[in-house]
């Protein structure tokens, strides 16, 4: 970067990038946190956009915005601003009473500018702006009870183990991801022949087979009032126009924690939790490349549609 104390600019592929108030603290210190400031956060959304931009390309987003930082309002949003450059991709999506005209982050100029603008986490759609209404992934959204006794994070592990098992059973490929939060996603590939209701109802499927077999562990129930302290199974997201979490997206937490690819083998890591990579150490694990190339591997649903139906009987 470079620039007055108070602006920089960053070269981010062809482009250079303004950032304003890069000393601003986005992420304040305390109680074992680390202090993190926009600065910091140009600097590590630029090392990983390597690895984070094929997950992004092509989608829509739903930004969520802190100008002020963690300690000020959030924003969600959905519509991109006038005054974005015109070489941020724009897509517009139809919805009852008109159209949104939602931001697509196709390279690293687009993410830093991004990051200029106080979005600290990227939510994504499943589907690609060519076939926005047939998604190329599903996600499977483990989602510990608030008042969940013990080991919260033993009990999403335990989740997510049985769920790859069902779904290796299916023969469909998979790789969890923390959330920078408190719980797992599980990111099954699709070859995009399927519609958003197919995909929700065939995952809300593979998640009632999980909570039939373990009804005292895992529920379906949308209303938090009906899961007690049952791990919620979450398919939601599944659904047009829902968005998930960017794989190498930063948390609006504190310390800035990491929503964070990683290997079937490293859920066994007994300190493992949701928040275990931040923007200290994500790009370090993004480079031991923990999904390989299985995101390459998209799958049609039929054959897996008619496994699952035999083992419901």
Not at 67 to 88: A, C, E, S, V
Not at 264 to 291: G, K, M, N
Request: hydrophobic letters at 35%; a negative charge; one cysteine or more.
């Amino acid at each position: 970067m470079s620039g007055d104390d108070d602006t920089k600019k960053v070269r981010a592929g062809r482009r250079t990038v303004e950032v304003k108030r890069v000393d601003k603290v986005l992420f304040p210190g305390g109680g074992g946190a680390k202090e993190y400031t926009k600065g910091d956060l140009v600097d590590y959304y630029r090392s990983v956009a390597a690895f984070m931009l094929p997950h992004l390309r092509g989608r829509p987003l739903m930004l969520e915005r802190y100008p002020d930082g963690l300690d000020g309002p959030r924003f969600m949003q959905k519509n991109t601003p006038d005054h974005y450059p015109d070489w941020i991709t724009r897509f517009e999506v139809p919805k009852e009473d008109g159209t949104v005209c939602h931001t697509v982050c196709d390279d690293t100029a687009s993410l830093v500018f991004l990051t200029d603008q106080a979005c600290l986490t990227l939510h994504r759609w499943l589907s690609r702006t060519h076939d926005i209404n047939r998604p190329d992934r599903m996600v499977f959204d483990l989602d510990p009870a608030d008042d969940l006794a013990g080991d919260t994070f033993a009990q999403v592990r335990g989740a997510a183990e049985l769920l790859g098992e069902l779904l290796d059973e299916l023969r469909l490929p998979s790789a969890p991801m923390t959330t920078g939060s408190r719980g797992l996603h599980i990111v099954v590939p699709l070859n995009g022949h399927h519609d958003f209701d197919e995909v929700r109802e065939f995952a809300k499927d593979v998640a009632g087979v999980l909570e039939a077999a373990h009804p005292d562990r895992f529920t379906t129930a949308a209303r938090k009032k009906d899961r007690g302290d049952r791990l919620y199974l979450d398919v939601q997201r599944n659904a047009y126009a829902q968005t998930a979490v960017v794989p190498y997206t930063v948390r609006a937490r504190p310390g800035a924690p990491v929503a964070t690819p990683l290997t079937w083998a490293e859920l066994d890591d007994p300190e493992l939790d949701a928040r275990r990579w931040s923007i200290a150490d994500a790009v370090e694990q993004a480079r031991t490349d923990p999904w390989g190339g299985l995101l390459d591997r998209g799958r049609a649903l039929g054959p897996a549609r008619r496994r699952l139906d035999a083992l419901r009987g």
